[in-house]
């Protein structure tokens, strides 16, 4: 039962409504049973078992944690230790175990030796099992550094845990700060209510109307290639970029809007990332609550661990303070971008797209940040004024869509043959002959797909200033009813869904 499906629609209007009929005590386990109640009916039951086993686990392990000294630090590191393997080895075996697989028999096979030494195995993956994975381990570490206090009620956790808009495709949560509005009751607030349908009507908007279109062109290139060389594939990559964040970024618009209204705020995770004017600040525009996650949880305690201070000592006696620690800062940062594009799947086209590509574009980009400003300089160049922010901005965007090319590729090979594809052959012709229009989509879809992306932008550049809600909220009654059943009847009219189509799954369910 995917969230852009009528039944889905049917079942979110029941349990609104029931959950601010039923008295305010009851309210969070009857979002537990909501939670529950949904995985059954998206065919999850069985593998319920998974996430109950880890919220189980975080369960006990922060009750032993609040329950020894500060004095027995070996014994607490220990239960730390215990549940991360725990809840790490549940996720490494569910989608990991054939990326080492595959690795060593690849490996096997250059060396002359057969390409299927080991047999892969497949396991049923629960929705969502990286993100409410990282969410019990934020919580579990913050209980034992003392920054939250352990949940001494198994169906609150289990709540936090299973969250059913949550595991969809995040955000990743942190306990201390997201989890008591869970438990907390809440009155019917009809402004919530209605902003929360509203954010979910624009976050249909971008997946079934601009997404789903978009990706009509894109499995048409990226499918066969070969059929598509040069500009083509270009075409596609940037196309898939901006279905990526539609898809992605619109399934946080309805899981927020959503959540919005039974009165629990969930944190943003995009503040418009293609604005960014460097790959460093593209992340922290991008899937924040994973970059937040990954600095406090593994970045800066590498940065803190023996290994790393030691390394740090060696490199500045080596190379110099300033240029030691940044060399050392680099070496933390490896490991934080190898774990990044390992979540993000098991497989290298994730570990050079979404983790060790970016790696690099981060640490040329603080290498070569003072040459730069040198040069603009010596040319009297405003490095913050418009026109090279805007060449900036476009640099960036052309850099990621590089890494979502790798993202989109069937195969680590097929991404670097589509690399070699768009550069071998010399066609911009078909930006303008009409050959564009033979990818699946018409003139009219075609039109649709620009004029639908010349709104997001308008949107996008608004939301810079203020709350485009807040602004619209402003206006005369007749105009917001007028705008948003504008945006409702885009939806209906203009979306890809219904009898004959099933709309995609959203891209980053299954992370």
């Known amino acids: 039962m995917g969230i852009t499906s009528f039944y889905f629609l049917c079942f979110f209007a029941v349990l609104l409504v029931v959950y601010y009929c039923i008295p305010r005590k009851f309210q969070w386990g009857f979002l537990l049973l909501g939670s529950v109640a949904y995985c059954l009916l998206a065919g999850q039951g069985a593998l319920l078992f998974y996430p109950l086993v880890s919220v189980g686990a975080c369960y006990a392990g922060a009750k032993l ?21 725990i809840n790490i080895g549940i996720l490494f075996a569910l989608k990991y175990v054939n990326f080492f697989i ?6 096997a096979g250059l060396f ?18 990286s993100f409410y994975t990282f969410s019990l381990l934020g919580y579990v570490i913050d209980v034992y550094y003392g920054l939250a206090n352990a949940q001494t009620n198994f169906g609150k956790l289990a709540l936090y845990g299973l969250y059913f808009p949550n595991l969809i495709s995040g ?5 201390r700060e997201h989890a008591e509005q869970f438990f907390a009751p809440h009155d019917f607030d009809y402004k919530q209510v209605t902003q929360g349908l509203q954010r979910m009507v ?10 789903e279109r978009l990706g009509a062109l894109v499995n048409t290139v990226y499918g066969d290639y070969e059929s598509y060389p040069g500009a083509y594939i270009w075409v596609a990559t940037v196309c898939y970029a901006l279905q990526l964040y539609t898809d992605f970024s619109g399934c946080m618009d309805i899981v927020l809007g959503l959540s919005q209204s039974l009165g629990i705020a969930l944190p943003e995770n995009f503040q418009t990332p293609f604005f960014a004017k460097s790959v460093a600040e593209y992340w922290r525009r991008w899937h924040i609550t994973l970059g937040v996650w990954m ?11 023996k290994l790393f201070t030691n390394l740090n000592h060696s490199l500045k006696k080596k190379f110099g303070k300033k240029r030691g620690k940044q060399y050392a800062t680099f070496a933390a940062m490896f490991v934080l971008w190898l774990t990044v594009g390992i979540w993000h799947g098991g497989d290298w086209k994730f570990v050079i797209g979404s983790g060790l590509l970016h790696w690099f574009y981060i640490v040329m980009e603080e290498l070569l940040a003072p040459p730069f400003a040198r040069l603009n300089e010596r040319l009297h160049l405003n490095g913050e004024g418009r026109f090279l922010g805007g060449v900036r901005i476009l640099r960036t965007f052309f850099l990621v869509c590089i890494g979502d090319l790798f993202f989109r590729a069937d195969s680590l090979g097929d991404a670097f043959a589509m690399l070699r594809e768009s550069v071998r052959v010399w066609n911009p012709q078909i930006l303008w002959d009409g050959s564009l229009l033979q990818l699946g989509l018409d ?13 997001l932008w308008a949107v996008s550049l608004c939301q810079r200033k203020e709350s485009v809600r807040e602004s619209i909220a402003k206006k005369p009654l007749p105009i917001r009813w007028v705008l948003w059943y504008v945006l409702l009847f885009a939806v209906i009219l203009l979306g890809y869904y219904g009898p004959g189509y099933s709309a995609a799954e959203f891209i980053y369910q299954g992370f």
């Open 295 to 305: 600095k406090d949880y593994v970045f800066y305690p590498l940065l803190r661990s």
């Open 202 to 211: 624009w976050g249909f908007f971008k997946k079934l109307v601009i997404a």
């Open 102 to 107: 595959n690795t060593a028999n690849g490996i």
């Open 65 to 85: 944690l609040s329950g020894t000294s500060a004095e027995e630090e070996r014994k607490r590191r220990g239960i730390l230790i215990l549940t991360i393997l």
């Open 443 to 455: 003139g009219i879809e075609t039109a649709v797909a620009v004029l639908s992306l010349l709104l």
């Open 112 to 129: 002359g030796g057969s390409d299927e030494l080991i047999s892969g195995v497949d396991f049923l993956v629960p929705l969502g099992v």
């Open 171 to 175: 955000p990743i949560l942190k306990y």
